[in-house]
């Protein structure tokens, strides 16, 4: 099993311009998250889905945008990158059994100047 | 509503000796508990979690973490340290009864020194 899967892995975007993070699982999973992770501040979480159709705002959604329509599938879309959007980004999936961890993707690394 | 904290943003440890990356958590109800470790320019990767049962909880790479409901926390230990923990922990908790969303603590940085 390849788990969860991110792409791309490094990312160099000018101000204004638009990109999306891809993410896909292959256990099945009906929980899905993206996360930024600034240093020395933990993990953020920016969107999240409880199955295909279906995705709800974190703490940080501001600037970005979700779409879930496949159960696999859980991209990220930046629209207008602003310097404050430079960070790391990881997908992350669950399992609907509650006692279950996150299995979590290596991550984007982006930056915007 | 849900809270972890990790007083310490780093932990120094020889090799050899026994190490404690601390964790208390906050939950309404009953928790699920989490510990991660965090390689350079990797993902976070599950240790072990504390479901329910025995307060005394061992996962991978000779890790263990011990539930203490009366002082709401759940340090993860190892007995002996190698140079090769060095990396990033992360607790997180989530309330039984609640959301799907755990809240993670921000990080606790151990570095073992050879």
């Known amino acids: 099993n390849a788990g969860v899967t991110q792409t791309p892995k490094f990312r160099i975007l000018k101000i204004g311009q638009s990109m999306t993070l891809q993410c896909t699982q292959d256990?099945?999973?009906?929980?899905m998250y993206w996360y930024r992770q600034d240093p020395g501040m933990g993990l953020k979480l920016i969107y999240y889905?409880?199955?295909?159709?279906?995705?709800d705002k974190g703490e940080v959604p501001n600037g970005y945008n979700v779409s879930r329509s496949t159960t696999e599938d859980f991209p990220l879309r930046l629209e207008l990158a602003a310097p404050s959007q430079t960070s790391v980004y990881f997908c992350?999936?669950?399992?609907?059994?509650?006692?279950?961890?996150?299995?979590f993707g290596d991550g984007t690394r982006l930056s915007i100047l | 509503a849900q809270s972890v904290a990790q007083p310490e943003d780093q932990v120094n440890v020889a090799e050899g000796n026994p190490l404690t990356v601390k964790c208390t958590y906050s939950?309404?109800?009953?928790?699920?508990l989490f510990w991660y470790v965090q390689y350079p320019n990797r993902g976070l990767q599950f240790l072990l979690k504390?479901?329910?049962?025995?307060?005394l909880v061992k996962g991978s790479y000779g890790f263990e973490a011990e539930f203490n409901k009366s002082q709401t926390s759940f340090h993860l230990k190892k007995p002996s340290a190698l140079v090769s923990d060095s990396a990033l922990y992360f607790c997180a908790v989530r309330d039984k009864g609640g959301s799907y969303i755990p809240t993670f603590g921000r990080g606790t940085s151990l570095i073992v020194h050879p």
């Open positions: 889905s409880v199955g295909a159709g279906i995705t």
């Open positions: 256990m099945n999973h009906n929980y």
């Open positions: 992350a999936s669950t399992s609907d059994r509650g006692n279950q961890p996150q299995h």
């Open positions: 504390y479901i329910t049962g025995d307060n």
């Open positions: 939950v309404s109800g009953n928790p699920y």
